[in-house]
Nanobody
Framework: QVQLVESGGGLVQAGGSLKLSCAASGRTFSRYDMGWFRQAPGKERALVARIRPSSWSGGSTYYADSVKGRFTISRDNTKNTVFLQMNSLKPEDTAVYYC????????????WGQGTQVTVSS
C-alpha cells in the first residue's frame, strides 16, 4: 500500500509559478512510476507528467504537450517525494492536481492522493 499526500496548490496570477509536492508513504517509493494528473471542471482527468524509477527506463519522464517546456517533474527518493514545478502558468492550467503511483506490474495507477487545487487567474 502507498499513501499519497499532495501539497503546494493555491491561487496564482497568469505567468506565475507554483511547485506541487507529493509525499508518499512506504519503503518502496523508488520503485514506483509516479504521475501527476489534473482534472478541470467538466473535463476528464488527464495525465500531465510522469517520471519512472531509475531502475525502469532510466528514470524517463513524459509530459503532456500542453505543459511541455513549462512544467518539470522530479523526485527525491530519499524523501519519498515527487514534485511538479509549474512555470508560466495559464488560466487553462486551473484544475485539481492529483499525484498517483503505479507499480511495475500494474497497467494502471493504483494509488492516488486527495488532490490539490490550482487556480490561475487572468
Amino acid at each position: 500500500q502507498v499513501q499519497l499526500v499532495e501539497s503546494g496548490g493555491g491561487l496564482v496570477q497568469a505567468g506565475g509559478s507554483l511547485k506541487l509536492s507529493c509525499a508518499a508513504s512506504g519503503r518502496t517509493f523508488s520503485r514506483y512510476d509516479m504521475g501527476w494528473f489534473r482534472q478541470a471542471p467538466g473535463k476528464e482527468r488527464a495525465l500531465v507528467a510522469r517520471i519512472r524509477p531509475s531502475s525502469w527506463s532510466g528514470g524517463s519522464t513524459y509530459y503532456a504537450d500542453s505543459v511541455k517546456g513549462r512544467f518539470t517533474i522530479s523526485r527525491d527518493n530519499t524523501k519519498n517525494t515527487v514534485f511538479l514545478q509549474m512555470n508560466s502558468l495559464k488560466p487553462e492550467d486551473t484544475a485539481v492536481y492529483y499525484c498517483a503511483a503505479r507499480g511495475l506490474n500494474n497497467d494502471e495507477y493504483a494509488y492516488w492522493g486527495q488532490g490539490t487545487q490550482v487556480t490561475v487567474s487572468s
